[in-house]
């Protein structure tokens, strides 16, 4: 994949002065050590120029992880810590940061060898709330070496996203289309977000799709387009003007990006795209966010951004899908029902035109897309890449600005059926777990759109952690029966 960053975390050992500094310096030793044991030795750093007792201590080991190209860093309390310093060392240090401390080992080391992290972790809650420093902290903070090395690599998505963000531009062409309110949010608060926005029209991209006319590159992109589709390469007369696109829309990230590292696309689709262009762009859209460029369709930019965080955190491609349509009876009666356990309001269909990746699909086939040729000439609405979802584990989830410039989230984990959706464009029939309360009070009540962001695994945790760490105070899920939602009626 690329497009994404690469986290390395700086693993920075904190003391209180008043405590044995070799406590700090042995348990970081025994972290790092574990930590190289399980997972890629190149995902963290030690910092070994100082254990961090003082301010200027602080400063000491803030140079030195930047100097190592640290982009996150992990304070770890190998005993109770220095409130000032260690909070300072979150303050100034430009990048996603974790606090995590040390458990004491055995009995034998309750006298002289007792660090009482378990009580600084309390004070450093406290400091950095004081100086509204943000920091992630694992649901349970206090751990064995072992158990620390595990809390650090559950860190790196988190903070892999959060890189990302920092250093991201989403790019979007034309306006939303009409009639299509669901997608238009405020795009303040990608700006509160660290987030840059180039806005463009589409006739502007439209100018720059006329002059890659004869690009002596696309007959390479058909052949690796030929090559992906196989048996199912059903329209291959579109090919080349889709690679014409592709190279389009390559060459504006590269000409636009400026000083950002990442880059997602706002796309527009419809009403005019498929006139002039000639074609509509879902298999390209699908190829980019295969390679970890996100491209959205209709123009809707908090589902790029939602789609971008997916993919940094689970380091694959993820799709953008409508909460489409329910689970006919008779397939959930013939082919879910007393297989799975699921009822039918658990079950949904998610779909769009044709913009997920091939290798998430079960097979696909390049076909022209039916909503849009009800109303237009069939030849003009070729591109889109059709095919039943792959089963497996997804997360369902959206970052969204409200009206009024509110974030909120939502996140669901389930999974898509092995189940036939005899219906047409991408699709797949996806479970959740009590989806149809979730879907009334939390996606309708929350106003949510209709596009939602799917990542291929269970990512909720990380992506949960995610938009606590961006501030986002409203985060709804999936709630189990017997808790309740706020607006759900406790008679009915």
């Known amino acids: 994949m690329e497009n994404l960053p690469v986290v ?30 399980k997972y890629d030795k190149n995902d963290i ?56 401390a040390a458990a004491e080992e055995d009995q034998n080391s309750l006298v002289q060898g007792r660090g009482d992290a378990y009580c600084g972790m309390l ?100 052949k690796d387009m030929e090559a992906e589709l196989g048996k199912g390469n059903l329209k291959p007369e579109i090919l080349p003007r889709l690679a014409q696109y ?46 970890g460029i996100p491209v959205s369709c209709e123009v809707d930019i908090y589902g790029a951004l939602s789609e971008f965080i997916g993919t940094c955190v689970s380091q694959d491609a993820v799709t953008l899908l409508d909460i489409n349509n329910t689970v006919p009876g008779d397939i959930y009666r013939e082919d879910i029902r007393g297989n799975f356990a699921y009822g039918q309001e658990d079950t949904f269909m998610g779909f769009h035109c044709g913009n997920t990746c091939s290798k998430k699909l079960s097979f696909c086939s390049m076909k022209y897309q039916m909503i849009m040729a009800r109303s237009l000439p069939e030849e003009v609405t070729q591109g889109t890449l059709e095919g039943d979802i792959l089963p497996g584990d997804i997360t369902f989830f959206r970052l969204q600005s409200t009206a009024d410039c509110r974030l909120r ?6 999974e898509v059926l092995p189940v ?42 990380p992506l949960f952690e995610v938009f606590k760490y961006l501030g986002v105070e409203d985060i709804g899920f999936n709630q189990p029966k017997g808790m309740r939602y706020i607006s759900e009626n406790p008679f009915a």
């Not at 700086?10 to 044991?37: H, Q, T």
């Open 246 to 291: 592709e190279l389009t829309l390559m060459d504006w990230i590269e000409e636009h990006r400026g000083y950002r590292k990442y880059v997602a696309v706002a796309g527009k689709c419809w009403p005019a795209f498929q006139t002039q262009f000639g074609f509509v762009p879902c298999y390209v859209n699908s190829r980019l966010t295969g390679r």
């Open 409 to 414: 989230a939502y996140v669901a984990q389930g």
């Open 420 to 461: 036939a959706t005899r219906s047409f464009g991408g699709i797949g029939i996806f479970a959740i777990p009590e989806m149809g309360r979730f879907y009334r009070h939390v996606l309708i009540e929350k106003n949510f759109p209709h596009h939602g962001a799917v990542a291929f695994g269970h990512y909720g945790k």
């Open 45 to 100: 750093y030690e910092c070994p120029v100082c254990i961090v007792e003082s301010e200027l201590h602080m400063v000491q080991a803030l140079e030195d992880v930047k100097a190592a190209g640290c982009n996150a860093l992990v304070v770890y309390l190998g005993n109770f810590g220095p409130e000032t310093a260690e909070t300072l060392l979150a303050k100034h240090f430009d990048g996603p940061v974790m606090f995590m």
């Open 123 to 222: 004070n450093a809650s406290y400091n950095l709330k004081l100086r509204n420093v943000k920091a992630y902290i694992p649901e349970y903070p206090v751990g064995t070496a072992e158990e620390c090395a595990d809390m650090v690599h559950e860190f790196l998505p988190i903070a892999r996203a959060l890189v990302g963000l920092s250093g991201l531009k989403i790019i979007s062409f034309g306006p939303r289309p009409l009639n299509f309110l669901a997608c238009n949010a405020p795009v303040k608060q990608l700006y509160n977000l660290g987030v840059e926005i180039e806005e463009n029209s589409e006739l502007d991209l439209f100018e720059a799709f006329k002059k890659h006319e004869g690009d002596r590159r696309i007959p390479d992109v058909v």
């Open 8 to 37: 390395k975390a700086g693993i920075v050992a904190v003391s209180r002065d008043c405590f044995p500094e070799s406590l700090s310096v042995n348990r970081r030793k025994a972290l790092v050590e574990a930590y190289r044991r």
